[in-house]
């Protein structure tokens, strides 16, 4: 395995806010932080927006990327002790927020998660391939990639140039890194004892018409195995729901109360 030639970072957009609440997002597979940016705009309203990198030729395990995580977030913290933190995961992402919760329960108030790869196993198709994608050359994989887009995504539901965006971050993690990470959620181990423990009210978003992941069925067993969670089921949404012109995550959070009560004050203010 080679060294790993640079560490995971936080992507901000241009306007910071540092009155507001802290969001930390994590993001899928790619591990860019680019595919957020659809939703940015709409979330700058009322956060202060964090997005996590993970560098392409990063092979790190679980517990290291999760201790780096952790560190990442504790610096932000210090800077402004006294906001609130949402922390929120799409895909593998979401499977990574599990595990930084568990890690620094302290750290964070509320938590959201997309799609959450946890779900992986329960496709043993997925899981399979997996086994077998490194044996595939390079300029395969990447020109198989375009196949994958419509499993990905509803491409009718996405924007031309995020289209592009979902290529570019696919073809911009080489096939070592993408049967690492593959690897990585094929053991990912979290338990209903272990989610038990995570306390903070938790949004659980699932596309309706995922076709990757069984997206629907794990937000039920998530949503029945922590303490305090809601569902959130977009009936006509794909795994990377994100990218779609008509969903728009802060208004989402808004129309399940999700937003605290001092958040609120600021949406009031901005609306």
């Not at 591990?31 to 202060?48: K, M, P, S, V």
């Not at 395990?61 to 799409?90: F, H, M, N």
């Not at 195995?225 to 949404?237: G, Q, R």
Request: charged share 20%; with cysteine; hydrophobic share 45%.
């Amino acid at each position: 395995m080679p060294d790993v030639k640079s560490h995971p970072c936080f992507l901000t957009p241009r306007l910071l806010n540092p009155d507001h609440p802290l969001f930390v997002f994590l993001p899928g597979m790619d591990g860019t932080g680019q595919l957020l940016r659809a939703q940015t705009e709409g979330l700058e309203a009322a956060f202060d927006i964090r997005c996590l990198v993970i560098p392409a030729d990063d092979l790190t395990s679980w517990d290291d990327l999760t201790e780096q995580v952790v560190a990442l977030i504790k610096a932000e913290v210090e800077k402004q002790p006294q906001r609130s933190v949402y922390l929120c995961g799409e895909s593998f992402g979401g499977c990574l927020v599990m595990k930084v919760a568990l890690r620094a329960p302290e750290l964070f108030d509320r938590i959201i998660l997309i799609n959450p790869a946890s779900s992986f196993n329960q496709r043993p198709l997925l899981a399979w391939g997996s086994l077998v994608s490194g044996w595939i050359p390079e300029v395969l994989y990447r020109a198989g990639s375009v196949w994958l887009l419509p499993f990905l995504a509803h491409l009718e539901r996405v924007a031309p140039r995020d289209r592009r965006a979902l290529l570019d971050a696919i073809h911009s993690v080489p096939p070592k890194t993408v049967l690492w990470r593959l690897s990585l959620i094929r053991d990912f181990d979290v338990d209903a004892s272990q989610l038990r423990r995570i306390t903070q009210p938790t949004l659980v978003i699932a596309g309706g018409t995922d076709r990757l992941l069984p997206s629907v069925s794990e937000a039920q067993r998530l949503t029945s195995c922590l303490p305090d969670a809601e569902m959130v089921v977009l009936p006509k949404s794909g795994h990377a729901c994100l990218l779609e012109a008509d969903v728009n995550l802060y208004a989402i959070m808004k129309a399940e109360n999700f937003l605290e009560r001092r958040d609120k004050a600021s949406l009031l203010a901005v609306s």
